[in-house]
């Protein structure tokens, strides 16, 4: 942490849904009418489809086991060289794995927002990291507990308060943002201040212990006592597990740091300053978060070895939570799926941690196992963790048709029965710090279009180019195939959303929480963090100062 908290004030947030209804975010009153939940049925692009619907005879348990910044490749059952990730793996053989799945958000508050309500940041309008979760819109959570079943968190949520009411039946050992508020600086983004926590991330780096690798711990051990009680309940569960690894700080455990050596670790893709992306807004967000100006060639392995080790100690804290789940007896009736918020870059293109759209950002891993799950199964449909509310429904037979169009995504589970739908959109979006402006991002077939409002946009052929070297809308411009995919990328965005309206909005709200925190000087001088302190920390700084 690099700097002492500073007061800030917190006024009552009021949040604009829509043009008419508006949400109290500390009465949890909604006034000026009637917010219409079911607007999402003209999304053919990502709802389900007309004759879908769930399985409502299913009925079983619902485990989500989720970690933080956690790349799609950086798993042995993705065929990485280096990474050791076992317990995954095992899971990857008697599941299926998403190969193509991807954060609404790639930064964590919007994106768990996005998650709990599953549904786009721009509809539910929890833009950045001073904007989180509030326990409104309506939450899967809400949903299932609603219906009879146990919903339950364990660790990391990133939400306003454990003080709202978020859907779950209990919450244990939660995380939330600092304060209540956040991250206050990330608003300012028509005139960026200097990050100066940006030193920290090569600061520390290496092996040890952090409050980070203590706080998976604990998680781990009340995940493992909560599951090993279900032995004797018969009451229906739905179960969700946040782990923060492999999250910096990067400091892994000695027994993770040490099996991997920095010496012949892989090396950064692209990460020559030539190489490097000429996008202006890509720039803008590599001149906030200039962290890799900070790092030597021997830091750089040596946070390369600490991340991979972060990921191993990950690992085998979701093999303990498997392994409780079987103790329990209700693994044959319990539907797993582990996944991350968003993925981490890690030095590719010379980027550092998430906010682009790039796959080592914007794409997660996505594993499920369980009843009607496909086994040592490889879906390249996209997927989304706005995928995981319908998914919720759909496992433990709490929904109706009616209930499944609540949600713009798909179960997962079926996903995972059909066939590959390669021409399936999927969709991020990014507005918080470091930007100057919205990003949105869509994938299908082998083609990524993200359109920059205001900048020009950016066009990849994963197929041909999987480490996004090239980019197409830049130097294949008249290139007749090209041409159709920036049109095609297009047309899928606008039947998505309407970027500018959207980012125009997004302003328009950013300023008002602004000025609801007390100004731009009152945001510049907030308390400033590379990562959320845990509980504990946050208690403490509670006691030595108001946020």
């Known amino acids: 942490m690099?700097?002492?908290?500073?007061?800030?004030s917190t006024p009552s947030i009021r949040i604009h849904w829509s043009g008419e209804i508006r949400r109290s975010h500390d009465s949890g009153t909604i006034a000026g009418g009637i917010l219409e939940v079911g607007l999402f049925r003209n999304f053919s692009l990502v709802r389900s489809g007309e004759g879908e619907k769930m399985n409502a005879a299913s009925g079983n348990n619902f485990l989500i086991i989720i970690s933080d910044e956690h790349r799609r490749d950086a798993m042995g059952c993705a065929g990485h060289p280096v990474v050791k990730t076992p317990n995954l793996d095992r899971l990857a053989a008697r599941g299926t794995v998403f190969e193509n799945a991807y954060t609404p958000s790639p930064v964590c508050v919007p994106a768990r927002a996005s998650i709990a309500c599953g549904d786009f940041v721009h509809r539910i309008r929890c833009w950045d990291s001073a904007t989180p979760y509030c326990g409104f819109p309506m939450s899967w959570m809400h949903l299932l507990r609603d219906k009879g079943v146990e919903v339950t968190s364990i660790g990391k949520l990133h939400f306003r308060s454990a003080k709202d009411d978020n859907g779950f039946s209990r919450e244990i050992l939660s995380m939330h943002v600092v304060g209540g508020v956040g991250w206050p600086i990330g608003l300012l983004r028509k005139d960026p201040?200097?990050?100066e926590s940006a030193p920290e991330l090569s600061a520390r780096v290496g092996a040890g212990t952090s409050s980070?690798?203590?706080?998976?711990?604990?998680?781990?051990?009340?995940?493992?006592d909560w599951l090993r009680a279900r032995e004797a309940s018969d009451v229906p569960w739905a179960t969700f597990v946040s782990l923060v690894s492999p999250h910096y700080p990067l400091v892994a455990p000695r027994e993770y740091y040490d099996l991997y050596d920095p010496e012949s670790v892989d090396f950064p893709i692209a990460y020559e300053h030539a190489r490097r992306p000429r996008h202006s807004e890509v720039k803008?967000?590599?001149?906030?978060?200039?962290y890799d100006r900070h790092f030597d060639r021997r830091?750089?392995?040596?946070?390369r070895v600490a991340y991979y080790g972060l990921v191993s100690f990950m690992d085998n804290c979701v093999g303990r939570i498997l392994s409780a789940l079987e103790q329990s007896g209700q693994s044959d009736n319990t539907v797993v799926i582990y996944v991350s918020d968003h993925g981490d870059m890690m030095g590719d293109h010379g980027l550092w941690t998430k906010q682009v759209m790039y796959e080592g950002s914007a794409?997660?891993?996505?594993?499920m196992a369980g009843p009607f799950v496909p086994e040592g199964k490889r879906v390249r449909t996209g997927t989304s963790l706005i995928d995981l509310a319908p998914t919720a429904v759909d496992v433990t037979g709490t929904g109706s048709r009616s209930s499944a169009e609540l949600f713009p995504g798909r179960s997962l589970r079926q996903v995972a029965g059909e066939e590959d739908d390669l021409n399936r959109t999927t969709f991020s979006e990014y507005h918080d710090g470091g930007s100057t402006t919205g990003a949105f991002m869509v994938r299908w077939e082998n083609w990524k279009f993200v359109h920059y409002v205001g900048h020009e946009a950016q066009l990849f052929d994963l197929a041909l180019d999987p480490h996004e070297l090239r980019d197409l809308a830049r130097d294949n411009?008249?290139?007749?195939?090209?041409?159709?995919?920036?049109?095609?990328g297009e047309r899928r965005l606008r039947a998505i959303c309407d970027p500018e309206e959207v980012n125009a909005r997004c302003f328009d709200d950013q300023e008002r929480r602004i000025a609801e925190l007390g100004g731009i000087e009152a945001c510049k001088g907030a308390y400033v963090f590379n990562h959320t302190p845990t509980p504990d920390e946050q208690r403490a700084l509670e006691k030595g100062s108001a946020f």
Do not use: H, K, W
């Open 299 to 303: 830091e750089l392995r040596e946070a």
């Open 193 to 195: 201040p200097v990050f």
């Open 477 to 488: 411009v008249n290139d007749p195939v090209v041409i159709a995919a920036l049109q095609e």
């Open 363 to 367: 794409g997660v891993p996505m594993i």
């Open 2 to 8: 690099s700097a002492a908290p500073r007061s800030i």
């Open 212 to 224: 980070y690798t203590d706080y998976d711990r604990a998680i781990t051990g009340a995940a493992c």
């Open 284 to 290: 803008n967000i590599a001149r906030f978060f200039d």
